[in-house]
């Protein structure tokens, strides 16, 4: 990572900041008036920060290749795009913005052109902007941009928790009216209060059509929808048992493939505990979330997009991998058309090849027996997978990042390191994760550059 989280903060604010003056501007054009376009009452629009931040940390190795820079620029705009837009339907049952009459688009979320504008954000930001701002910035005495920091995260946070409660009052009592044709002003009145009235009347200005939709979808939310078997449909009890048996297939293929192509038996599971790999995990977990309403569609679109998708995943993995733990738990810099070590072109195929066997196969399969699991101990089974996989995970990592410590020549601090060190010393974490390399703090995480 080239950015300190000091700056990376700052970056946070400063394109939360444009991305707000840049709604604004299209918003006066289209409409010829001002309107606060933004969920919050602050002139900040969170997720152009959030995905600012994307960029500094998971684009910084590709800032000197323009194209791969561009491209994933794309992908993580994409994600984030899809992120935010789904989340904000959720919260008020109403898209936000909408390219459904758009040729190509993807759930009215994304078109073409705005991913290209997405892309050649990326360099921009990457190229020109961060490098002027960061410069700008360390101008500014430390000790006065902490304060300034704390001070607009407190604010941030002040305001996101107001507009939060206002939103979740508006849709209680939208749910109780009658009729589409109530004016709204029965919902101030109940209320009663400044704050609410100010900010429904900021969000019904900037979105005029929110009101009538948002009662529209509320009185359709209301009837009930019964179940009939458990985890029904893509559901949350459906995802959990997705990332359980994806994380023991992935780990067994991976194993059995490892034999095949190596000639030795070798772990590739992730946690210390049992052979599960929280990277295929995931993996089956999203590809399901994101693909779910394409599986009818035919092999080749399936196989595209887990190739993008795939890489994209595996790429955000390995640099996870290296900011939290300070390793690399893979490296493909001498396989060809590889991507400073963390992804190659045969791999993304891979995953391309993995989605299509997931969705027109294993998953219609494995979701018709998750289905016949007993509703009524479905539920209690589930969430004791998901407390005992959490502390697998949680015990996992602390683990590694000892192990990542006393590689370093740290001794331990506190009863905790003692007990890590004690019960899972250097020989069972290297014989857990083999491929593990931990980096040497002086040096970079990773050699930059494409290998061909």
């Not at 309107?35 to 960029?55: K, M």
């Not at 941030?156 to 849709?171: P, Q, S």
């Not at 990332?243 to 034999?259: H, P, Q, S, Y």
Request: net charge positive.
């Amino acid at each position: 990572m080239g950015n300190t989280y000091y700056e990376l903060a700052w970056i946070f604010f400063f394109y939360s900041f444009l991305g707000w003056c840049t709604g604004v501007a299209v918003g006066a054009v289209k409409r010829k008036t001002f309107a606060n376009r933004g969920l919050l009452n602050l002139p900040l629009c969170p997720a152009y920060g959030i995905t600012a931040v994307s960029f500094s940390v998971f684009l910084f190795e590709l800032r000197d290749n323009v194209f791969f820079l561009f491209l994933g620029g794309m992908v993580i705009s994409a994600f984030w795009i899809i992120v935010t837009g789904f989340v904000l339907e959720r919260i008020f049952r109403k898209k936000w913005w909408d390219f459904s009459q758009y040729r190509f688009q993807f759930e009215g979320y994304l078109t073409v052109g705005l991913l290209l504008i997405c892309g050649a954000a990326a360099v921009a930001v990457m190229r020109f902007l961060n490098p002027v701002f960061l410069r700008l910035l360390h101008l500014l005495p430390t000790s006065i941009g902490r304060i300034a920091l704390a001070a607009l995260f407190g604010a941030l946070l002040l305001d996101l928790f107001i507009v939060i409660a206002v939103t979740l009052r508006w849709r209680k009592y939208l749910e109780r009216l009658e009729g589409v044709t109530q004016n709204m002003q029965m919902v101030s009145e109940k209320v009663g209060n400044a704050i609410t009235r100010m900010v429904r009347r900021r969000l019904e200005r900037s979105y005029p059509d929110l009101k009538t939709e948002m009662i529209l979808k509320a009185r359709a939310a209301r009837k009930p929808v019964e179940k009939v078997r458990f985890a029904q449909g893509c559901c949350f009890y459906k995802l959990a048992w997705l990332f359980f048996i994806g994380a023991l297939l992935g780990d067994l293929v991976e194993t059995v493939f490892c034999r095949i192509t190596m000639g030795y038996w070798m772990s590739r599971s992730s946690l210390v505990y049992g052979p599960f790999s929280i990277i295929w995990g995931f993996a089956c977990a999203l590809l399901t979330v994101f693909l779910y309403r394409y599986r009818e569609r035919n092999d080749r679109y399936i196989f595209f997009m887990g190739t993008i998708l795939g890489g994209a995943y595996e790429y955000i993995c390995s640099v996870i991998g290296e900011l939290v733990f300070g390793a690399i738990f893979w490296d493909y810099s001498g396989i060809p058309f590889n991507l400073g070590g963390r992804i190659n072109l045969l791999y993304c195929f891979f995953w391309g090849i993995a989605a299509v066997i997931w969705l027109k196969g294993v998953y219609p399969f494995l979701s018709r027996l998750i289905e016949k699991i007993p509703k009524k101990v479905g539920p209690v089974i589930t969430w004791l997978m998901v407390i005992l996989m959490s502390a697998n995970m949680a015990i996992s990592g602390l683990a590694f990042m000892r192990y990542s410590d006393r590689t370093k020549g740290d001794e331990p601090d506190n009863a905790l390191e003692v007990f890590l060190d004690e019960h899972f010393p250097d020989e069972r974490i290297e014989k857990v994760y083999p491929k593990a390399k931990v980096v040497e703090p002086e040096k970079p995480l990773r050699q930059e550059g494409l290998q061909e």
